[in-house]
């Protein structure tokens, strides 16, 4: 199995940026395609981001598309999320997920390991 740690979080104001990290273990890193979802208390899990295994390809929700980039260092089994122009509306539990197939891909039956999640808080 895949085990993924994210890491990143934290507290920020309004308009402020944070980076996320999501770091991978095994060989396996450049066969996944890699995304991240965020949940709010008492709110579903959503979808935020993915990128293709090697890069080339991202796609975002459209809640975030302009604000976020994702990017993944290969040689160092690592996916990042740059979270920039933060609002309150940000504020939820990050999770890091992997998925082996290209299916499915912006909503979580999609993904096969998941991280534990960073928090990040936006204050207003």
């Known amino acids: 199995q895949v085990q993924l740690v994210e890491s990143g979080g934290g507290l920020v104001q309004a308009g402020g940026s944070l980076r996320l990290s999501c770091a991978a273990s095994g060989r396996t890193f450049s066969s996944y395609i890699m995304g991240w979802f965020r949940q709010a208390p008492g709110k579903e899990r959503e979808f935020v981001s993915y990128?293709?295994?090697?890069?080339?390809?991202?796609y975002y929700a459209d809640s975030v598309k302009g604000r976020f980039n994702i990017s993944r260092d290969n040689a160092k089994n690592t996916v990042y999320l740059q979270m920039n122009s933060l609002k309150s509306e940000d504020t939820a539990l990050y999770y890091c997920?992997?998925?082996?197939?290209?299916?499915?891909?912006?909503?979580?039956?999609?993904?096969?390991?998941w991280g534990q999640g960073t928090q990040v808080t936006v204050s207003s």
């Open positions: 997920a992997a998925a082996i197939g290209g299916r499915g891909l912006t909503g979580t039956h999609g993904y096969d390991y």
């Open positions: 990128i293709s295994r090697s890069g080339g390809i991202t």
